[in-house]
């Protein structure tokens, strides 16, 4: 079973930032989506723009950025079959680990959740690899007054057809939003119109007030030719 992904967005004003992983229905490519939304004046004054490997956060208005700690950094960076998105400076750890051997859960207990209380922003990572397989992480903290860190991976070893999964730092909104819950939820590829027409569908699904940014890949497994698209509320 799977569930809309635009559906289950129209329904909720404030995830946060989210990850979809997954392929498409005849698993000939990966997929990746990756957006971002902002509450403070801060978070919404953002935009992506490429990099020469992948994407990284930018000031729209330099002058007003207020704390770059949490809000500038690189969310997706590919090296060779690798394809690395995380909601924050993480993605250069798990790029340095996998670039010398080492693993992606291991690169993540470098990390815990954002230090923004009494939020605490969950942490949420993935990894595309080499023959289909990928990962989900998430780093959030534990209830309470003097938090610890629960650190959870998600492993998915067989691409399924038109499936992807989400995951997203908050469940909702609240004051302060909740944690995302439970497993990344198992979402349809819908590719039917294309990467642009996908990719499209999601962002008009966020919500208006909130969403700031949203980048979506498809990458042809046999020939590593790559699709992307770029959607930035501020223009």
């Known amino acids: 079973m799977s569930y809309d992904i635009c559906g289950l967005l129209r329904k909720n004003p404030y995830p946060g930032r989210?990850?979809?992983i997954g392929y498409s229905e005849d698993c000939t490519s990966?997929?990746?989506?990756?957006?971002?939304?902002?509450?403070?004046?801060?978070?919404?004054?953002?935009?992506?723009?490429?990099?020469?490997?992948?994407?990284?956060t930018k000031a729209f208005e330099p002058d007003k950025l207020t704390d770059p700690s949490l809000v500038i950094y690189h969310p997706v960076r590919v090296w060779k079959d690798h394809i690395i998105v995380t909601n924050g400076m993480q993605t250069d750890t798990i790029l340095e680990y996998?670039?010398?051997?080492?693993?992606?859960?291991?690169?993540?207990?470098e990390w815990e959740y954002e230090p923004d209380p009494p939020i605490n922003t969950a942490r949420i990572s993935g990894l595309i690899e080499p023959g289909g397989s990928f990962r989900?992480?998430?780093?959030?903290?534990?209830e309470g007054e003097a938090p610890c860190c629960y650190r959870y991976f998600f492993d998915y070893s067989k691409p399924l057809p038109g499936?992807?999964?989400?995951?997203?730092?908050?469940?909702?909104?609240g004051n302060p939003p909740p944690p995302?819950?439970?497993?990344?939820?198992?979402?349809?590829?819908n590719l039917a119109g294309g990467l642009d027409g996908?990719?499209?569908?999601?962002?008009?699904?966020?919500?208006?007030?909130n969403k700031v940014s949203l980048y979506a890949r498809e990458t042809v497994i046999a020939t590593r030719e790559t699709r992307e698209v770029i959607f930035n509320k501020n223009v």
Not at 99 to 106: A, E, I, R, T, V
Not at 137 to 142: E, N, P, Q, V
Request: hydrophobic share 40%; glycine share 10%.
């Open 18 to 20: 989210g990850i979809t």
């Open 30 to 56: 990966s997929v990746l989506l990756y957006f971002i939304m902002g509450r403070s004046p801060n978070s919404r004054n953002r935009v992506f723009e490429k990099t020469s490997d992948g994407i990284r």
């Open 98 to 109: 996998i670039k010398n051997g080492k693993g992606f859960c291991g690169a993540l207990y």
């Open 136 to 142: 989900l992480s998430i780093l959030k903290a534990s």
């Open 163 to 173: 499936i992807g999964r989400f995951i997203s730092t908050y469940e909702t909104d």
């Open 180 to 189: 995302f819950i439970g497993e990344p939820v198992p979402v349809a590829i």
């Open 198 to 209: 996908f990719a499209s569908s999601v962002w008009e699904s966020l919500n208006f007030d």
